[in-house]
């Protein structure tokens, strides 16, 4: 009968000792890192090791990098109800006299970059105002004398 050892075999010993210098590193980064910037850390701290084997210590140990959310857009108009504005003047805009009712209006224009002049425009009460309706047909005339 062949007698079994309790010690742990070479390739064992190795594991645990690059998964205590990677506990260590993992620590010195608040606990986010993942496998690519602890590959760098144990590299400097002069340990051969692969990227493979990294990666597999880690989710084998209970061990995984903070990944960033994926981007999303920031945009102004995430609820139609959250801003909504009191209606002082009971929709009723003409108060015979200047500066009595100031109202908000949203306006998109579309200028023509060489001749900057307005080719499209669009008005509405909120961001979810209608695309630019074209307002010229023709293109404008440039005024000088030809």
Known sequence: MASKTTEPGVRARRRAELLAQLVV?????DEVS???RILADLRDA????SRKTVSKLMP???IRGISPRPWQPVTTAQDVHV???LDRVGRRFDQSGLNMVWT???LCAVRDGHSRRVI????GMGLTSLPPRRHRTQ???SGRGR
């Open 139 to 141: 293109p404008a005339e």
């Open 120 to 123: 499209g425009y669009a008005a």
């Open 34 to 36: 993942g496998a690519p």
């Open 25 to 29: 590193s993992r620590r010195a980064s």
């Open 46 to 49: 002069g340990v051969q090791v």
């Open 104 to 106: 908000w209006l949203y």
């Open 60 to 62: 084998h140990n209970g």
């Open 83 to 85: 801003h909504t504005i």
